[in-house]
């Protein structure tokens, strides 16, 4: 069984993020970036897979979209186990939305043979939440989402999983191929090890460009995508806290009348 999962390199979630000057994107120079969360839960779900079902022969595959520098993930992909690694990377490629870096992914997956697509469900950056159906749509795949719990058929041709709904859970079979996108709580994600990282430096990985995929950079302009990134922003600094004294009664007259007049709340 060849299996899919995708990776994607995010800024570290301590990492104090900074807008450049023009808003065109956020300084990444000094921001530490890793592997996204949930794509470590996919990885994971996918070495437990081969390691307990030896007699799938399952090789899996580490694919990920981005600059060079984008790389590093596939690399701590190769520490954690994968066999081989895709990255998909092009200039024409920054900036792009979901669907269309669905559509790259599935240009430079045509032809792998891939029966399951393992990802997570949302990446902590942009948190869409939208590249694993976007994908599934684009190959006519099935896709199930949020899922929390995989039991594999015996002959390795389906698949049953547990997935969360709002207020429960909901049981679904699915027949491969497939795409899952996977929740907190499947797995735990294995630490790369020391020897592992030393090993994957030397790991080779597939790089694919537009060109390599049958496409130009007209097909991902900002007319021929959906949306594009068009401004960045920081947030608002929050206003200073307010501190009420006096006695209980006064300050509870107080804060609502705060609450009703100032933050008009009640």
Not at 46 to 68: D, H, M, R, Y
Not at 82 to 98: P, S
Not at 150 to 156: G, Y
Not at 184 to 193: A, T
Request: hydrophobic share 45%; net charge negative; charged share 25%.
């Amino acid at each position: 069984m060849k299996i899919l999962t995708l990776v994607k390199c995010v800024p570290e979630s301590t990492t104090a993020i900074k807008v450049k000057p023009d808003g065109s994107g956020i300084e990444t120079a000094g921001v530490k970036f890793v592997m996204n969360p949930f794509c470590e839960f996919a990885v994971e779900a996918s070495l437990q897979f081969k390691e307990k079902n030896a007699g799938a022969g399952a090789e899996i595959t580490a694919l990920t979209v981005g600059p060079t520098a984008h790389a590093d993930v596939l690399r701590t992909a190769f520490a954690m186990g994968v066999d081989h690694a895709i990255h998909v990377c092009d200039d024409a490629l920054n900036g792009i939305d979901e669907l269309a870096t669905a559509r790259a992914i599935a240009s430079a997956i045509k032809d792998g043979g891939f029966e399951v697509i393992i990802a997570g469900k949302h990446a902590i950056d942009y948190d869409s939440g939208q590249v694993g159906p976007a994908l599934a749509e684009c190959l006519g795949w099935p896709h199930v989402g949020a899922v929390i719990a995989i039991e594999w058929a015996a002959d390795f041709k389906s698949c049953t999983v547990r997935r969360r709904i709002e207020g429960a859970e909901e049981v679904v079979t699915v027949k491969l191929p497939a795409l899952l996108t996977v929740d907190k709580g499947l797995c735990e994600p294995r630490y790369p090890s020391l020897p592992g990282l030393m090993k994957a430096k030397k790991r080779p990985i597939e790089t694919k460009n537009l060109a390599a995929l049958g496409l130009s950079p007209a097909d991902f302009s900002k007319e021929a995508v959906g949306t594009w990134m068009g401004e960045f922003s920081p947030p608002p600094p929050r206003p200073p806290g307010r501190k009420l004294t006096g006695e209980p009664a006064d300050m509870a007259k107080e804060l609502v009348r705060i609450l009703r007049e100032e933050v008009k709340a009640i």
